[in-house]
């Protein structure tokens, strides 16, 4: 939870102050490098939030299928490597699709149609044919985005399957208690992802790509300490 409520505050603090500053007056530009660094981090943190959700849906797994060894099983050590991998994961990620992005032609162009620099607003105004640069970004985005789901989906069947074994309704209650709020935060998080960066190029909507991003950008960090407050 320290980590998404990390990744959370980087999110907005990488995009909406800077938002906040184009829309406040007449100035409605951003540097060559604030646009790169935007570009970095928005991809780099939402990589390693794929991740840390996948992490965090396997402590949910433990603790709903073996509570017995929950303990043992996420130890302070293996917990730390999760993270560890969660975030060289996402950093990776941006390291490969931020110069890719970057240094396609644009013949003059300097107009980002968004409210921030991110992927497919910036694929967008290439002037050369894409294809083969949004079939890349295709292929990392379903190791990025779509295998952490699928491991997620998986430890929920699991899950799902256990709670049907348990007898006593006050049990089903705390495995729900355990789970809401993680599911509650994936649903929010990756319904947004995957429409945006599995189609990244000019068949995305540009209208719904600028309000999606300001809904996972804005809406799901302000939703997530809420959801787990009222857990908690």
Known sequence: LTHLSFLDLSFTSSSIPQLLYNLSGHDK???YTGCAIQLFLFLGLGGVECLLLA???YDRFVAVC????YLVIMNPHLCMGL???AWGGGVANSLAMSPVTLHLPRCGHHTVDHYLCEMPALIRMACVNTTAIEGTVFVLAVV???SPLVFI???YGYIIRAVLHIQSS???QKAFNTCGSHLTVVSLFYGNIIYMYMQPGNSSSQNQGK???LLYNIVTPLLNPIIYSFRN
């Open 55 to 57: 992490v965090m849906a």
């Open 83 to 85: 993270v560890l991998v």
């Open 29 to 31: 530009t951003i540097s």
């Open 170 to 172: 006050s049990g089903r």
């Open 144 to 146: 990025i985005v779509l």
């Open 66 to 69: 073996n509570p017995l060894h």
């Open 153 to 155: 989906l998986v430890s």
């Open 211 to 213: 309000f999606l991003t």
